[in-house]
């Protein structure tokens, strides 16, 4: 009787890789997977057995396991944007402004009209998110890191530097509310003053007679001393009496029927005394 039988009579090693395929008609007798990758290179000699390209970048991480194949220095942003298909590869947020230039090499990152007040001030993206109380989208700046995501939300946010300073003190100081303005809302009422109608007047024009409070003699008073008195009518117990109670009886002559007589017509004549006339004695007519 004839002893084992021989599966592979012409493969010495009896299909070495266990692939059921006997060397002498294995293209890879020693390669089970028979060239996984299908690049010409069986497993036993190829670098990258599993990735035809063997390492297209050549940063010595296999393409099948390589997060960036194509991308020698993967993700440098970190961005989620391989090197090789991110435009702005040193840049997380990838030209914020959409001005054309990225931001690790933009003056002003966040402002596509780079500075056009030139005050040397950038200006905040439009796309921002604009939370002018600190309370609404962004939240509380202890919740956030200092990540560029959370630094953009700061440039936008009147209330972000003083009251999170911590996580936004890499922005603030830089950016510029007034980008049309090249002296940043010089009376500090929060209108930049290309749109303020008085812009050197905090309190815009508070008496409301079209002359800005910096320009006004009298600022509190819309007459604008209309007496003539040097007092303004904020400030002047008898705003329309230029004598202001001349016969000092608490009546504002432009009230008072005897503005130079204390007294009133004491004595009924319709007759007003005068303060420069006092009455002779009986004396003085004998």
Known sequence: MC???DSCP????????S???CGD???CATDAENDADSDGACADIDSCAKDAADDADSDSVCG???????SPLDDQDGDGICDASDACENDVLNDADSDGTCGDVDSCPYDVDND???DNVCAASSICYDDPDFDAGF????MYGRTAGTLELCLVDAGACTRCSCTCGDV??????CPNDPENDADSDSICGNVDSCAHDAENDADGDVVCGDDDTCPYDSSDDGDSDAVCGDVDSCKDDAENDADSDAVCGDKDPCPHDPDDDADSDNVCSCLLYTSPSPRDRG
Do not use: F, K, R, T
Not at 64 to 70: K, T
């Open 3 to 5: 002893g084992p039988v």
């Open 25 to 27: 008609v294995d293209s």
């Open 139 to 142: 939240g509380g700046c202890n």
């Open 64 to 70: 099948d396991v390589d997060s960036c194949p194509n």
């Open 10 to 17: 012409y493969d010495a090693d009896n299909d070495a890789d």
């Open 172 to 177: 603030c100081g830089l950016v510029d509310h």
């Open 116 to 118: 056009a007040d030139s």
């Open 19 to 21: 692939d059921m395929v």
